[in-house]
């Protein structure tokens, strides 16, 4: 998703995963140049990345720092494999082919785990590297329909000019919200001197709503049955079935994302409920580790309520991918890449407004990599 986002004006060099199913997603839509290593992070070695990178980019997993993980952090076997990831950052410095720019993404909950700790060890681990660096929040939904933010913080190599425009002097609450300001505060002296406000301009509004991405004919899910459907109301509370009756009384279609979730009644025992929303949002697509983690909607139309799970398709379509790439057939496994990615119209604009002036320096604002859509597609059709 990352390489969708940064399109033509990037040639990717070297990429890794060690999922097979996002594998062949990826080799279906870019082709097999042999560029993507399917192995896990601790077993690449530095030789195996060629050239010196303009930017390398890694979204680690999130699960040992997310607010609804374990809480192992940076020490947690799946977040855990920032280290190895971090060891080859330090080789390819120790063979003198830093990268302009080191780029990660994460989960919001980095920025706490550990009481903070480990948001400082990666802010020293930049620093050591030789890099200053600053981080910026952006939610998912200025962009797609989707309630999503995330965490990236932006490393650049100390010997390289930063465009004046891309730093701010201080907190701007769009782009540096408390919990950001409250980490980066906590930051030891040494590393305050290494920090960078990143700051771009506010995108334009979203103009698609939750219901704009909805499939006329879904063929990776089924409607529910009536039964089904009341099932899931009966799961409400008053307040969750206030906001279906409300949709009901709307003279159009009204789409809402449900959610499962564990609520404690009046007596403190544990219930399972069902929580929707009608802004026009989605909540935020998580990987299918339960049922209660798939994503399913209401859809209301003319007082008839009717439900589905979210199909493969329109959650794809919430983290802004094109239509032409290709999911697996599996659904949990369609669902998995889609929910375990980025959103790509943010990258996009990450990259626009800050990675790309980066990149070129202070005066030029676009990079010169001939390599276009078509060029993807011949390569597709070759293989």
Same mark, same amino acid.
């Given at each position: 998703?990352?390489?969708?986002?940064?399109?033509?004006?990037?040639?990717?060099?070297f990429?890794?995963?060690?999922?097979?199913?996002?594998?062949?997603?990826?080799?279906?839509?870019?082709?097999?140049?042999?560029?993507?290593?399917?192995?896990?992070?601790?077993?690449?070695?530095?030789?195996?990345?060629?050239?010196?990178?303009?930017?390398v980019?890694?979204?680690?997993p999130?699960?040992?720092?997310?607010?609804?993980?374990?809480?192992?952090?940076?020490?947690?076997?799946?977040?855990?494999?920032?280290?190895?990831?971090?060891?080859?950052?330090?080789?390819?410095?120790?063979?003198?082919?830093?990268?302009?720019?080191?780029?990660?993404?994460?989960?919001c909950?980095?920025?706490?785990?550990?009481?903070?700790?480990?948001?400082?060890?990666?802010?020293?681990?930049?620093?050591?590297?030789?890099?200053?660096?600053?981080?910026?929040?952006?939610?998912a939904?200025?962009?797609?329909?989707?309630?999503?933010?995330?965490?990236?913080?932006?490393?650049?190599?100390?010997?390289?000019?930063?465009?004046?425009?891309?730093?701010?002097g201080?907190?701007?609450?769009?782009?540096?919200?408390?919990?950001?300001?409250?980490?980066?505060?906590?930051?030891?002296?040494?590393?305050s001197?290494d920090?960078?406000?990143?700051?771009?301009?506010?995108?334009?509004?979203?103009?698609?709503?939750?219901?704009?991405?909805?499939?006329?004919?879904?063929?990776?899910?089924?409607?529910?049955? %009536?039964e089904?459907?009341? %099932?899931?109301?009966?799961?409400?509370?008053?307040?969750?079935?206030?906001?279906? %009756?409300?949709?009901?009384?709307?003279?159009?279609?009204?789409?809402?994302?449900?959610?499962?979730?564990?609520?404690?009644?009046?007596?403190?025992?544990?219930?399972?409920?069902?929580?929707?929303?009608?802004?026009?949002?989605?909540?935020?697509?998580?990987?299918?580790?339960?049922?209660?983690?798939?994503?399913t909607?209401?859809?209301?139309?003319?007082?008839?309520?009717?439900?589905?799970?979210?199909?493969a398709?329109?959650?794809?379509?919430?983290?802004?991918?094109?239509?032409?790439?290709?999911?697996?057939?599996?659904?949990?496994?369609?669902?998995?890449?889609?929910?375990?990615?980025?959103?790509?119209?943010?990258?996009?604009?990450?990259?626009?407004?800050?990675?790309?002036?980066?990149?070129?320096?202070?005066?030029?604002?676009?990079?010169?990599?001939?390599?276009?859509?078509?060029?993807?597609?011949?390569?597709?059709?070759?293989?």
């Amino acid at each position: 998703m990352v390489r969708c986002a940064l399109g033509h004006r990037w040639q990717c060099l070297f990429a890794n995963d060690f999922d097979e199913s996002k594998a062949r997603c990826y080799q279906n839509f870019f082709g097999d140049a042999g560029e993507l290593k399917v192995l896990d992070v601790g077993k690449v070695k530095a030789n195996q990345i060629p050239g010196i990178a303009d930017m390398v980019w890694a979204s680690f997993p999130c699960q040992d720092l997310s607010l609804a993980g374990n809480g192992a952090g940076l020490s947690g076997q799946r977040s855990g494999t920032f280290w190895p990831f971090w060891g080859l950052m330090e080789e390819l410095v120790e063979q003198a082919r830093s990268p302009k720019l080191i780029v990660l993404e994460n989960v919001c909950g980095t920025l706490s785990s550990h009481e903070g700790r480990d948001f400082v060890s990666i802010c020293r681990a930049f620093s050591r590297l030789g890099y200053v660096f600053g981080a910026i929040v952006i939610d998912a939904k200025l962009f797609v329909p989707q309630s999503r933010p995330r965490l990236f913080i932006v490393g650049t190599r100390k010997d390289r000019e930063i465009p004046s425009y891309l730093v701010g002097g201080g907190p701007v609450a769009l782009w540096h919200p408390t919990a950001l300001v409250r980490a980066a505060h906590k930051l030891p002296r040494d590393l305050s001197h290494d920090w960078v406000w990143w700051t771009m301009p506010a995108p334009a509004p979203r103009r698609t709503s939750f219901a704009d991405l909805l499939e006329e004919s879904p063929t990776s899910v089924s409607w529910n049955s %009536k039964e089904d459907t009341e %099932k899931i109301l009966r799961m409400m509370s008053e307040l969750n079935l206030k906001k279906v %009756k409300a949709a009901s009384r709307s003279s159009r279609q009204m789409v809402g994302g449900v959610y499962r979730r564990t609520r404690h009644d009046t007596r403190g025992k544990p219930v399972q409920r069902a929580e929707v929303r009608f802004d026009e949002i989605a909540g935020c697509l998580r990987t299918p580790a339960g049922g209660s983690s798939r994503q399913t909607i209401l859809v209301v139309r003319r007082g008839e309520v009717t439900s589905r799970l979210l199909s493969a398709r329109e959650a794809a379509r919430l983290m802004g991918l094109p239509d032409d790439y290709e999911l697996p057939e599996n659904y949990n496994a369609a669902y998995h890449l889609a929910g375990d990615g980025v959103v790509v119209p943010v990258v996009r604009y990450l990259a626009a407004q800050i990675l790309e002036p980066l990149v070129v320096g202070p005066t030029v604002r676009a990079l010169g990599v001939r390599q276009t859509r078509a060029r993807y597609k011949a390569v597709r059709e070759a293989a």
